[in-house]
């Protein structure tokens, strides 16, 4: 199968931005594990003077588990997809929260940042050059600035790759066809079993300059099938 990118994604984005949130709430686990990856960027008194950003931040799950993990922090939330916006802006947010219709790419063009921590959630899969969208990033971070990638990221194991397969052939892609939306959530099984393991991201991360990176576990069902990469900009800590 050909991968969805770029334009092609954004609308499918787009198209599944009525039903996403309903389908992503039968995971089990998903927003949990969303505030669970937040928090392990580990912000000091509750983000207060920090500017955020939330990369690939869809109808606002990821932004909310941000809040949550920093509530009194100024957050920027980007997206391709103006339908994932859409449904993201008819939700309750602070002052300290806005949102942008930007790619990834788009960010360091658009004069922002720079930015204390970045919060990237089931975005790199997605993108056309990860290692671009790292350089961006990086270069959108104070030095020192945190990074956490919460991203489907497989261990390699057969067993996860099969236990992956049969999730969605069983439940994701079949949900997914009932809303019209089967393209976009059989990208969703080829893009993460085509998409770096744990280890291999962990090592593009280091080569983009990223220091003390490291992948570290999700509990649950997807144990091996999920993980939160932790990073910084700049110099190593001490």
């Known amino acids: 199968m050909t991968l969805l990118r770029d334009h092609d994604l954004a609308r499918a984005f787009d198209h599944a931005s009525r039903t996403y949130d309903r389908l992503t709430g039968l995971s089990p686990g998903y927003r949990a594990d969303l505030l669970r990856s937040a928090r392990r960027l580990k912000l000091p008194g509750d983000g207060a003077g920090l500017h955020l950003l939330d990369l690939g931040c869809g109808t606002g799950a990821s932004t909310r588990a941000l809040l949550r993990a920093a509530p009194r922090a100024r ?58 969208v790292l350089g961006t990033v990086r270069g959108l971070l104070r030095p020192g600035g945190r990074l956490v990638v919460h991203e489907y990221s497989l261990t390699g194991s057969p067993a996860h790759r099969a236990l992956w397969t049969a999730v969605c052939q069983g439940v994701i892609i079949p949900a997914g066809t009932l809303t019209g939306d089967r393209a976009l959530y059989r990208h969703l099984w080829h893009s993460v079993l085509d998409f ?23 509990a649950g069902w997807q144990t091996g099938i999920t993980h939160t990469f932790v990073a910084a900009a700049g110099k190593a800590d001490r």
């Open 196 to 218: 770096d393991t744990a280890s291999a991201f962990t090592g593009r991360l280091t080569r983009a300059g990223f220091t003390n990176a490291r992948a570290l576990p999700l």
């Open 75 to 132: 957050i920027t939330a980007v997206d391709a997809s103006a339908g994932m916006l859409r449904r993201a802006l008819t939700k309750p947010w602070p002052d300290g929260v806005r949102f942008l219709h930007l790619s990834a790419e788009e960010l360091h063009a658009a004069g922002e940042g720079p930015f204390d921590a970045v919060f990237a959630a089931y975005l790199f899969r997605n993108v056309s050059d990860p290692d671009g």
